[in-house]
């Protein structure tokens, strides 16, 4: 009897975790659905700022800036998509702090301290990123793109002694695909861009070393040049642009964790847990096994 009124008791604070989670992602769902509806409305003038760098580049060659729907249905979709993405980038500081508010009660204050900083430091990496890609990246993308576009030259061309109109090969753009296009830069960046995140996080919980890192590095640029590949069009100028930003980031990281290592090793210092002669022993260890 007494084992089963341990277990029923055990069991008890694991429902009522259940049951908080699943009042957390109501919420966070609900605020979803409310910021896609919000976002719904204006899908019109949302559509044409992220139409904005396309028109810039299309300008820039004495182009008129159009896109067409190539379907009936595509307008719905394109406003639909644009609602998920509006929507998304509205909720998410209030999911972030039900995500927050689920996991602060279990934690120490020294946990709290330490971890917030990076809650605060995702969102704002995130906006950056995709903030770099709509506003550098996609530019150079479309211009290289439409770089390929074929304008018939002045007068007639004969074929088989039959004057005909001289071949020209413009651009004329599905509005879906250009945004599906854009969308999938701004959050291929804003992603990479929690690489920093990610890792010092990783650090400060000791998973990973900034030895470690550097050890890992010509792994690392293998993984990324991967990425690159795989995340963006099959442009050379995209991608070398992906490559750069985030092997400086991996960089960024390395010196990050080797900060939080070095914070941490101050800490053990002052409370008297860090010993210099033990130190000094393992490094003398190491220096001889790489002799």
């Not at 966070?28 to 028109?55: R, S």
């Not at 120490?108 to 770099?132: H, T």
């Not at 390929?148 to 020209?168: I, R, Y």
Request: proline share 4%.
């Amino acid at each position: 009897m007494t084992n089963t009124d341990e277990i029923e008791d055990s069991s008890a604070p694991l429902i009522e975790h259940l049951a908080e989670l699943r009042t957390r992602l109501i919420h966070c769902v609900v605020a979803f659905l409310i910021g896609m509806i919000i976002c719904f409305t204006v899908a019109t003038p949302l559509f044409n700022f992220l139409t904005n760098p396309l028109c810039e580049v299309l300008a820039e060659r004495g182009q008129d800036c159009g896109l067409i729907f190539i379907s009936p249905q595509e307008g719905f979709f394109v406003a639909i998509k644009v609602s998920l993405l509006g929507g998304f980038i509205l909720a998410f500081p209030y999911i972030g702090m039900q995500m927050w508010r689920f996991v602060a009660p279990g934690l120490y204050r020294s946990e709290k301290n330490a971890f917030l900083p990076f809650m605060l430091a995702s969102p704002f990496m995130f906006l950056l990123g995709a903030s770099f890609a709509f506003y550098v990246v996609t530019p150079l993308a479309y211009d290289f793109f439409l770089g390929f576009q074929q304008f018939g030259a002045e007068g007639e061309a004969v074929v088989d002694g039959t004057a005909t109109a001289p071949l020209s090969v413009v651009f004329q753009g599905s509005a879906q695909e250009y945004l599906n296009l854009t969308i999938k830069f701004i959050v291929a960046f804003g992603l990479c861009f929690q690489l920093p995140v990610l890792l010092t996080l990783m650090g400060k919980a000791g998973l990973v070393t900034a030895e470690g890192l550097g050890a890992v590095r010509k792994y690392a640029v293998v993984a990324i040049l991967v990425l690159a590949a795989l995340v963006t069009p099959p442009d050379v100028i995209t991608q070398v642009i992906l490559f750069v930003v985030v092997y400086g980031l991996y960089e960024v990281s390395i010196f990050l964790v080797a900060r939080v290592e070095k914070k941490r090793e101050e800490q053990l210092r002052a409370d008297g847990y860090y010993d210099d002669e033990e130190e000094a022993d393992e490094e003398i260890i190491r220096e001889e096994e790489s002799k």
